[in-house]
């Protein structure tokens, strides 16, 4: 069965940096697309990053120059480093995948911009 677990989350003050993992099992990752949302209190769920297996990216206007995805196949895990975080960066960010026609979600980590 398809699992996401995501880590790495937790409490940075405002401009320090975070990297978030997502480790993936149960699919065959190397020819899959991966994305990382976001969703903060009161507010939809947001795209942030999203690489396609050829390595290409695709980011939100809010965190295009601060945040970069990327992933390694052999590890089968996608990262999300993220620099100069903001108070509005305060969200769960969550991994997902499409894959066999359902999208797959992990169970997201925490992550609190906030001095």
């Known amino acids: 069965q398809v699992q996401l677990v995501e880590s790495g989350g937790g409490l940075v003050q405002p401009g320090g940096s975070l990297r978030l993992s997502c480790a993936a099992s149960?699919?065959?990752?190397?020819?899959?697309?991966m994305n990382w949302y976001r969703q903060a209190p009161g507010k939809e769920r947001e795209l942030v990053a999203r690489?396609?297996?050829?390595?290409?990216?695709n980011y939100a206007d809010s965190v295009k120059g601060r945040f970069t995805i990327s992933r390694d196949n052999a590890k089968k895990t996608v990262y999300l480093q993220m620099n100069s975080l903001k108070a509005e960066d305060t969200a769960v960010y969550v991994c997902?995948?499409?894959?066999?026609?359902?999208?797959?979600w992990g169970r997201g980590t925490q992550v609190t911009v906030s001095s």
């Open positions: 997902n995948v499409y894959w066999g026609y359902t999208s797959y």
């Open positions: 149960g699919f065959t990752f190397s020819t899959s697309a």
């Open positions: 690489i396609t297996n050829a390595g290409n990216t």
